[in-house]
């Protein structure tokens, strides 16, 4: 039997990130050592795929051209003038819940 912090660090290791796709949105989700986070997964400066990127203690790096977003905030590094989304992640006993808001939803005209 694996307790469920096992099965966690087996999902996601602590400073690890990886895509997770929502409703065809795709998201980086990321651990450190403060907990989860999640961001929009491409990088705003050139669409680079930020999972694939690393993570440096509150920050993600883009391994395109290493731009950095502060996992807490979105915002880019002093210099960028960028920032990315960023999603409210809950931990629960059954799992990781991401906050996702639907952007659109279809009207049926007349
Ligand atoms: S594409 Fe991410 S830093 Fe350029």
């Given at each position: 039997m694996i307790t469920a912090e096992e099965h966690q660090a087996a999902l996601l290791p602590v400073n690890g990130l990886m895509q997770v796709i929502i409703n065809g949105k795709k998201i980086c989700l990321?651990?450190?050592?403060?907990?989860?986070?999640?961001?929009?997964?491409?990088?705003?400066h050139?669409?680079?795929?930020?999972?694939?990127?690393?993570?440096?203690?509150?920050?993600?790096?883009?391994?395109?051209?290493?731009?950095?977003?502060d996992l807490r905030t979105g915002?880019?590094?002093?210099?960028?003038?960028?920032?990315?989304?960023t999603y409210p992640v809950e931990e629960r006993e059954d799992g990781i819940y991401l906050g996702i808001k639907d952007a659109w939803a279809w009207l049926k005209p007349g």
């Open positions: 990321a651990r450190n050592q403060m907990g989860y986070f999640a961001i929009q997964d491409n990088c705003p050139a669409g680079g795929v930020l999972s694939r990127g690393w993570c440096e203690g509150n920050r993600v790096v883009c391994p395109v051209h290493r731009y950095a977003y915002r880019g590094v002093a210099d960028q003038g960028d920032a990315v989304k």
